[in-house]
């Protein structure tokens, strides 16, 4: 099971961190991805991390100000977001992957086996 937390109401420019605890698994086997949802929106893919942390991956539109991490100590993946716009206002969704390594296909999410519940980022003034 995973659970994402860490959301909330910040203003423009501000920022927030999110965090993904798992239950039942060890998060080090696997790659893992944050998703957004925006009301009226399709789900896209946010960010990727491989199961060491080497390897990342980001959005185009959030490349640069946030950035994706992994304790696989404590079996968590964060998210940490900075500078940020009201068009990020989404629930943000953390996803297990199906191996320690995806490819170009990362911001899909069939690529993904299990979600969390997820959090709502609201950015507004």
């Known amino acids: 099971q995973l659970q994402a937390y860490g959301g909330g109401l910040v203003q423009p420019g501000g920022s927030l961190r999110l965090s993904c605890a798992a239950s039942?698994?060890?998060?080090?086997?696997?790659?893992m991805g944050w998703f957004r949802q925006a009301p009226g929106k399709e789900r896209e893919g946010v960010s990727y991390?491989?199961?060491?942390?080497?390897?990342?991956s980001y959005a185009s539109s959030v490349r640069g100000r946030f950035t994706i991490s992994r304790d696989n100590h404590k079996n968590t993946v964060s998210l940490q977001m900075n500078s940020l716009k009201p068009n990020d206002t989404a629930t943000y969704y953390c996803?297990?992957?199906?191996?320690?390594?995806?490819?170009?296909?990362?911001?899909?999410?069939?690529?993904?086996?299990?979600w969390g519940q997820g959090t709502l980022v609201t950015v507004s003034s």
């Open positions: 991390i491989s199961s060491t942390g080497i390897t990342t």
């Open positions: 039942g698994f060890t998060l080090e086997h696997y790659y």
């Open positions: 996803a297990r992957g199906i191996s320690r390594l995806c490819g170009d296909r990362w911001f899909q999410a069939p690529e993904y086996a299990d």
